[in-house]
Structure formats: C-alpha cells, structure tokens
C-alpha cells in the first residue's frame, strides 16, 4: 500500500559538484535551501540583496548588476530612523546612509563577480502580489514599513510575469551564456494576502515559469512547491505558523533536490563534510579528556585532508 503520491521528476545535468559555484535569489525558500549549501561548504552566495519576494524585484536587481549600475543618496529614503531602498530588503537598513550605500553597491559588484563564474543559479518565485509606490510609479521589493496608503496593491499577470521571469534570463545569459537556471516556487504560503489570493498569486507564478523557460534550453523548473502540497501534504510539515515549512519539510525537499542535482561524488564529500560538523557541534563531558583530545585529533586530520581537495571549504 502507496500512502504517498511521489512527484516524479527527471534526473538533471550537468550535475552540482564541489566544482560548482551556486548563487540563489528569491524567497525566504530560496534562503532555507541556501543554508544547506552553506552547511554542506559549496561555494554558494545567497541572496545579496536580502529576500526578494517577487519576480519583478528580481528582474530589477538582476538589471543593476547586469548593467554595472550604483545606487547613490538619491535612491535612498529615511523613515522609522533609518535609510532604506525600496529594491532591498530590510537587512541592508542601516542608521547610517553611507552603510547602507556601500552594502547596496558592494552586493551588486559581488554578485557580478559571481555571475560570471557561477555554473547554477537558483530562482525562487514567492508571490506574484507585488506594491506600487505611487509617488513615484515603481513597483518595490519591500515596502519598509511606509504606510499602506503610499501604495497600490497589484496581482502581477501571467503575461507580466513571464515577461519579468525571460528578461531576467537574458540578463543571466548576457554576463553568462552557459549558466544553468533552476526556477522554484516558493511552498510558503503568503497567508496576508488571503489564502484564495494566494493560490491565484501561486498559479500565475507557475504558469508563468513554464512558459518562459520553454524558449531557453539551460532553464529547468524543480517542483518545490508540488513536494510540499502533493507529497508532504499534511499540516505537520509545516512550521508553528503554519504558513511556513518546518525544518523537516526543508529537509525532505532538500533531499529531493540531492536525488536529481547533486552529483555522487559530492554525495559522498556532503558525508565527510557533515561529520566534521557534527564533530564541531559536539560538547564533551570533559574537554580535558584522553578520549576527546584523540576526538579532537581526528577532526582536525578530517578537517587537512577534506580542504587538501578543496582549498575553498573553511570551518
């Protein structure tokens, strides 16, 4: 007897390795699969600007780096006793203007650097609900805690998303014509909206990514958000919210990602990797130990002969 309806999904090439080099944008999601990279010692850059709901916010980024654009005082606001732009999320606020300035400009050069170099990018759409600053006429990744009446609320259109989500692709391919682009939507549920609003938000996001990536042949979609609803499927998959993914669920898609992106042999240096965590992690009962100074020894020999294969990996 089947309990579970499995989602199948195509093994991919070329296959992520300890050779790659990953970069996610999006959603908090694209964050939760961003750490297991971290965790695991890839060389990975997450989300430079911060969480980017949207795919216009996306598209927007994607077009300062692209274009080796800066941000200057100007595209900068103050409100609440710190300075904010409305392409960023809120982690690059700051008190002090010229921090914020220099973190928004430094994340466009790093992410330019990367971008040439990066052998996948991963993409996770979160909503389709987006806000137009009506002072201005601009859609914005993030509101900042402005009052509501400063902007109009907007579902994004199938054809507008698709749009957004092929541009952003020509962007990728003009720093980097081989990179390979795994679009995601994100399984949180945007539960503000409304939960009918959210699933007509999730429609045009998936709709949209389909239609897009038919025309570009290094474009995939990885089915994050139908192994939460259609594998998982029940609510304690999901956080104390409710609305977000618990730990185990980002576990098991993870691990769904594994099956069909990560290569055997990084399988197998992922193993060696998550020992000398565990070995870190660890909190002996006396430190001053016989036992435990071998322990200790025999993480560090762990440690010189995983980074003797590669350099990059530090704990």
Known sequence: MDLQTKIPIE???PKISYDSDVMLL??????????????????????????LFHPKAIETFLWMVTQQEHYTESDLFYHNERWHCFDAHSTLSHPDQKVVLQSL????????HKLRSASHICITLGTAWAYRLQALDMIV??????????????????EEITQCIQNSIGLIRSL??????????????????????????????????????????????????EIMIDELRDYRFYDT??????????????KRFCEVWISETAKKTMTTVEEIQNGIAHRPFNPRSKQH??????????????????SFIKF
Not at 241 to 254: G, K, N, Q
Not at 293 to 310: I, M, P, S, V
């Open 141 to 158: 990744a993030n509101c900042h805690k402005v009052p509501q009446k400063e902007f109009s609320k907007k579902l994004l259109s199938v």
């Open 176 to 225: 980097n014509p081989s990179i390979n682009i795994i679009f995601t939507v994100s399984p949180v549920r945007h539960s503000k909206d409304g939960f009918v609003n959210n699933n007509r938000s999730k429609s045009h996001l998936i709709t949209a990514v389909h239609q897009a990536i038919t025309a570009d042949k290094y474009s995939v979609y990885f089915p994050a958000y």
């Open 105 to 112: 400009n430094e994340a466009l050069h790093q992410t330019h």
């Open 241 to 254: 919210d409710m609305i977000h993914p618990s730990e185990l669920a980002i576990e098991y898609i993870w």
């Open 26 to 51: 999006g959603s908090c999601f694209a964050e939760n699969i961003g750490e297991k990279f971290s965790y695991f010692k890839y060389k990975s850059l997450v989300n430079p600007f911060g969480i």
């Open 293 to 310: 100074l071998t322990f200790l020894e025999n993480l560090e020999y762990k440690k010189h002969q995983l980074q003797e294969q590669y």
């Open 11 to 13: 093994p991919q090439h």
